[in-house]
């Protein structure tokens, strides 16, 4: 379909963009519909032992104050966001070792007795703890790839290893996991070039779901001095994955909103079907923060309803052709 060629024209030049934005509404219309799904996000942990150069709650960061909800919590945080009407949860954290397998696979277990499906999003872990999760009860998984520039990941991530990356992300479709996938836009070096790259990944890993977010600088970081990511630009690249990967799942990102106030809301226009509310339990949720000012939620339901989408009742399972 499109050539790498194609894609680097089309993101190095912003006369079509308009064009871009109103193709990527299309196609997700004819192939996802009006419906939009919420997934409630827990971020239950924010101890973790990577060093991502970008990411304000990485080893390195001194100045936050940890935290990590307990297993009991988690369920009872699960169970009052599903009692509110939300048909997935979102399960997020560090990569925090207190959550050992057996540890997971009993707030899977429990969280899936109740009405939900459910995402993990908690690192790389061995083939085997995917495996486990699976069958405790665990439906999709989210681990971005970042960069698919090989030496920016390295760069970014040390002590890390891309192709550990990918690995995750081949167990994890193996396994019979919906994946999530994406890539941030704007880190120090980053190419266009390798944005099209990333797009192309996405396609051939056969993500399920891919979310784009624009890097936002984080003041305890290295890289509290670089500017963020262009906002347009990633939007033009969450544009292009719905154009090639059509009928997958792609959240409006936080960072968007972070960067612009409406940024959700033109997301949803520019392809998006998906919006993680973060729903989790007062005390905590502020402490997790990746990046500064994290945009909240408000009258999330409204503002669906005033662009004519619909906030959907469903699971939000990946619609194979509509
Ligand atoms: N530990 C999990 C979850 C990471 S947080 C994992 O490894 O998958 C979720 C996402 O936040 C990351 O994948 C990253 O793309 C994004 N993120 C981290 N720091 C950011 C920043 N400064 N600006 C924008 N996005 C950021």
Excluded: W
């Amino acid at each position: 379909m499109f050539l790498k060629k194609e894609i680097i024209n089309i993101l190095n030049d912003n006369a079509g963009n308009d064009e871009l934005f109103n193709l990527a509404d299309k196609i997700r219309r004819e192939n996802v519909g009006d419906e939009v799904y919420l997934r409630g996000l827990i971020e239950f942990s924010n101890i973790c032992k990577c060093k991502c150069k970008y990411c304000g709650i990485c080893a390195d960061n001194k100045n936050i104050e940890r935290y990590r909800i307990s297993p009991e919590d988690i369920i009872l945080n699960a169970k009052n966001a599903i009692d509110a009407g939300y048909k997935t949860i979102v399960l997020q954290s560090g990569e925090d070792n207190y959550f050992t397998v057996d540890i997971m696979y009993k707030i899977i277990s429990e969280i899936k007795k109740f009405d939900t499906a459910l995402t993990l999003s908690i690192g790389e872990r061995p083939r085997e703890d995917y495996e486990a999760f699976k069958e405790a009860g665990a439906d999709r998984y989210l681990i971005r790839i970042e960069t698919t520039d090989k030496e920016l990941y390295a760069k970014m991530h040390p002590g890390m290893s891309f192709e550990n990356r990918i690995r995750c992300l081949r167990d994890l479709k193996d396994l019979g996991y919906e994946v999530g996938t994406g890539c941030l836009v704007g880190l120090p070096g980053q190419r266009i070039e390798s944005l099209a790259d990333d797009i192309l990944f996405f396609k051939e890993i056969g993500a399920d779901m891919v979310g784009i977010g624009p890097f936002i600088p984080h003041p305890d970081t290295g890289l509290a001095e670089v500017k963020a990511g262009d906002f347009t630009l990633a939007l033009k690249v969450m544009a292009l994955a719905r154009i090639l990967l059509k009928d997958i799942n792609i959240p409006a990102t936080t960072a968007m909103e972070t960067l612009h106030p409406n940024g959700r809301i033109i997301a949803l226009q520019c392809g998006a079907n998906v919006i993680m509310p973060n729903v989790t339990m007062a005390d905590y949720g502020k402490k997790y923060e990746i990046y500064p000012n994290k945009a909240r939620i408000i009258g999330i339901s409204e503002k669906i309803a005033g662009i004519g989408r619909v906030v959907s009742k469903d699971y939000g399972y990946r619609k194979k052709g509509l």
